[in-house]
């Protein structure tokens, strides 16, 4: 079982920056794929970034590449998402989710195992 909770979300003017971090318990952490998804309202779950267990590989969406960094720092069970150049649309509900087969990288929502509560990102002009 791992438990994950995200922190980090909170109100940011167009164009500047967050990072968003995501703790995870349990013991084998760095053998869990990791992933960023975002819900705005009225719309459905969206890929955000994803990264393998080792942090050697990581995946993006077309709409955050070159402004999104997602990172794992395994001897602490966290990941991050550190976003720049924040637009209004990326204003949602960001989740951390976590997938056993952590070699694999995905960026479909049930292909992930375990999943945070959310933390409320705003972009504000």
């Known amino acids: 079982q791992v438990q994950l909770l995200e922190s980090g979300g909170g109100l940011v003017q167009v164009g500047g920056s967050a990072r968003l971090s995501c703790a995870a318990s349990g013991r084998t952490f760095s053998s869990f794929g990791m992933g960023w998804f975002r819900q705005a309202p009225g719309t459905e779950l969206k890929f955000v970034a994803a990264i393998t267990g080792s942090g050697g590989k990581t995946y993006y969406a077309d709409s955050v590449k070159g402004s999104f960094t997602i990172s794992r720092d395994n001897a602490k069970n966290m990941v991050y998402l550190q976003m720049n150049s924040l637009k209004p649309e990326d204003t949602a509900v960001y989740y951390c989710?976590?997938?056993?087969?952590?070699?694999?990288?995905?960026?479909?929502?049930?292909?992930?195992?375990?999943w945070g509560q959310g933390t409320q990102v705003t972009v504000s002009s």
């Open positions: 989710a976590a997938r056993r087969n952590g070699a694999v990288i995905t960026d479909l929502p049930r292909t992930y195992d375990y």
